[in-house]
């Protein structure tokens, strides 16, 4: 039925292919409800952990074939783990309540800040809009253009027509485009606010200054043309 089936699978007959999470729990490790996190087929866990085991130790690997574990265990052994996860709870309330504190901050900056272009990471999927006006950096210059319809709009790109430059216009390949999350790209609102002051750029350019797409972007470059 695959063509990748490791040693050691199950036999992916129709009862096993239909089995759901659930039909094997407290008898092997499978299908059980209580399994972690690991690699899967079918809504079969194949390799992985045992989520009702404590959240360290070898003890905690399991495959889908393995016995449940927790059924081999005695009392003092199941009282350990009831602890482990009462400590868990009480972990994680602690933790709900240092990211409501680090919330309500932030709120309360955000009635007082000023605009400003956001991250490239922070911009949402609909960030970009067909007819919207854009500034995109190519051949060392930022080169103003416009939205069009393309490759996975609204889903992680953006597609353009460059005004002075008829290649860029849609051919079988479709336009030209980018992912809307780097900082090669900017909306009108943003290139205006950069061009007139520049040291701006270089402000915001130094908290997105990586590599994008497994080259780093020309920073420095972007920040000179604007004067």
Not at 5 to 12: A, D, Q, V
Request: hydrophobic residues 30%.
């Amino acid at each position: 039925m695959f063509d990748d089936i490791r040693e050691g699978e199950p036999e992916w007959n129709a009862e096993n292919c239909n089995r759901r999470r659930g039909d094997t729990t407290l008898i092997t490790c499978g299908w059980c409800d209580y399994r972690g996190c690991g690699s899967c087929r079918y809504d079969c866990m194949l390799d992985g952990d045992c989520s009702l085991m404590k959240n360290y130790g070898d003890e905690r690997k399991v495959k889908w074939d393995t016995p449940c574990k927790i059924k081999t265990l005695g009392k003092l052994d199941i009282q350990s783990l009831i602890d482990n996860k009462k400590w868990e709870i009480s972990a994680a309330q602690q933790r709900i309540i240092s990211v409501g504190k680090e919330q309500k901050i932030l709120e309360e900056l955000l009635t007082k800040v000023e605009w400003k272009p956001p991250q490239p990471d922070s911009r949402p999927c609909d960030y970009y809009n067909i007819g919207d006006g854009v500034w995109v950096f190519y051949q060392g210059q930022w080169i103003h253009g416009t939205v069009v319809s393309g490759y996975r709009h609204h889903d992680g790109c953006v597609s353009y027509i460059l005004d002075d430059y008829p290649a860029s216009k849609p051919d079988e390949k479709g336009p030209w485009g980018c992912g809307y999350a780097v900082p090669g790209i900017l909306t009108d609102k943003e290139y205006t606010y950069f061009k007139s002051v520049p040291e701006r750029f270089q402000e915001w350019s130094k908290l997105c200054d990586r590599s994008y797409n497994g080259e780093k972007a020309p920073m420095d470059a972007m920040y000179r043309a604007f004067w």
